[in-house]
């Protein structure tokens, strides 16, 4: 039985395609594959099929639907902001706690493999008081990192690697996305710095696509082996 959490430095990095990457790439192995988004802000109901749990629950082999897409995502949002403050505009709030406990629920009655995918960045806060990352704990599961090749990434992802490892998480692999802007760093100088003070962690990267775009890369067969 295994559990991943896919996780990132920030927002709109690539975590939707990792994960359908991966998800598609276990499926490929034969493995029983479900999908969790407990929390998504930025969230259109016009346009469920294209969200990242509409996306996901695709993924997983199963029809959008709102039904599907409510028990991959029970706290959505219309708002693209942070979980708490997407809730807040809302006149709602998140309660962090039944968070964690409906993940566990879904992970005590997985079949095979869950990959779940947090909202934003690992510090993404939830609440007034937690964060994903303190999701991320109560759930336990390794990590999978996905990080972007913009300037800045470096000290982002070393960051955050230093973050997880002193709340007791594991990282299974880091994840380049390549970035799509102006100033986008050659990848192989991303990689190769990840590599260096990543004491050990395997450093993938896979090309920067549209999200509705179909996640098919040799990557992804790499990633399903390493979690």
């Known amino acids: 039985m295994t559990v991943v959490f896919v996780s990132a430095t920030g927002t709109e990095v690539g975590k939707t395609f990792v994960s359908r ?8 192995k034969g493995r029983t594959v479900e999908a969790l988004k407990p929390v998504q802000s930025g969230y ?6 294209g969200s990242d749990a509409g996306l996901l629950v695709a993924a997983a082999g199963q029809e959008p639907t709102e039904e599907t897409i409510a028990a991959v995502a029970p706290w959505r949002f219309e708002a693209p902001l942070s979980p708490h403050l997407a809730a807040r505009r809302e006149g709602r709030s998140i309660d962090a706690d039944a968070v964690i406990a409906f993940c566990r629920e879904r992970i005590a009655a997985r079949k095979d493999v869950m990959v779940i995918e947090g909202v934003g960045g690992i510090m993404a806060p939830l609440d007034r ?15 999978v990192l996905v990080v972007g090749s913009y ?8 960051t ?3 973050v997880l490892r002193q709340r007791g998480l ?26 260096a003070f990543g004491k050990g962690l395997p450093v993938l990267a896979v090309p920067r696509l549209p999200p509705e775009s179909a996640p098919e890369h040799p990557v992804f067969d790499e990633l399903a082996a390493l979690v």
């Open 129 to 143: 008081s937690r964060t994903v990352l303190d999701l991320m704990v109560a759930v336990g599961a390794p990590v």
């Open 170 to 195: 594991s990282v299974s692999a880091i994840v380049v996305s390549q970035s799509d802007d102006g100033t986008v760093v050659p990848l192989d100088d991303t990689i190769g710095a990840l590599e």
């Open 151 to 158: 300037l800045g990434t470096i000290s982002h992802t070393l």
């Open 44 to 49: 259109d109901p016009r346009e469920a099929d």
């Open 160 to 162: 955050a690697l230093e």
């Open 21 to 28: 990457g991966l998800i598609k790439a276990l499926k490929a």
